[in-house]
């Protein structure tokens, strides 16, 4: 994949329906660096350039945040996928990058817990063991299916901020 500029221009996908939802990694520190940041911009670490390859323009990323077992927001994609390192978070590069606007963002106090969702979300109901709910919360970024993308965006977005997201 060749480096972007963050100043090239993107054409979106034509149509929603064929943008997809993918399911990205935070941990609370990432998250909190990324949110400081002014959430506009997602970074995947070199490893991933492969799978970041696939994320378009039009897509939707849900946001997890691990230890918490969250999801904090719901970002559409704004760019193809470019290399850059400019510091934003303090414990990694993750140099392969996204330029996302915010459709929700939570303050992890608010956060839609997997637990809410565990019965809603056909991801973790298809697991052979219950128990192992985690598994599918493990690599990413990861696609995930329209149904599980769009039940997670409807409870984040159902989230009362009282006026303030994470980045007011």
């Known amino acids: ?38 959430g506009r911009t997602c970074g995947f670490r070199e490893t991933k350039e492969r799978a970041v390859s696939r994320i378009a323009a039009g897509d939707t990323l849900l946001c997890y945040v ?22 934003i978070w303090s414990t990694e590069t993750f140099p392969w990058r996204i330029d996302v606007i915010a459709s929700a963002i939570l303050p992890l106090e608010r956060a839609v817990s997997i637990k809410e969702l565990r019965h809603d979300l056909a991801v973790l109901q298809r697991l052979k063991d219950p128990t192992q709910w985690s598994g599918p919360f493990r ?24 006026g303030k997201s994470a980045l007011s």
Not at 8 to 35: C, G, H, I, M, R
Not at 139 to 162: F, H, L, M, Y
């Open 1 to 38: 994949m060749s480096p972007r500029k963050r100043t090239e221009s993107v054409v979106s996908k034509a149509a929603d329906a064929d943008a997809a939802y993918w399911l990205v990694l935070f941990s609370p520190s990432t998250w909190q660096e990324f949110v400081k940041d002014g």
């Open 66 to 87: 691990t230890k918490v077992s969250k999801f904090a927001g719901a970002l559409k994609v704004n760019s193809a996928p470019y290399r850059d390192t400019r510091p």
């Open 139 to 162: 690599n990413a970024p990861v696609k995930w299916s329209r149904e599980d993308g769009s039940r997670v965006v409807q409870a984040v977005s159902a989230v009362p901020t009282r």
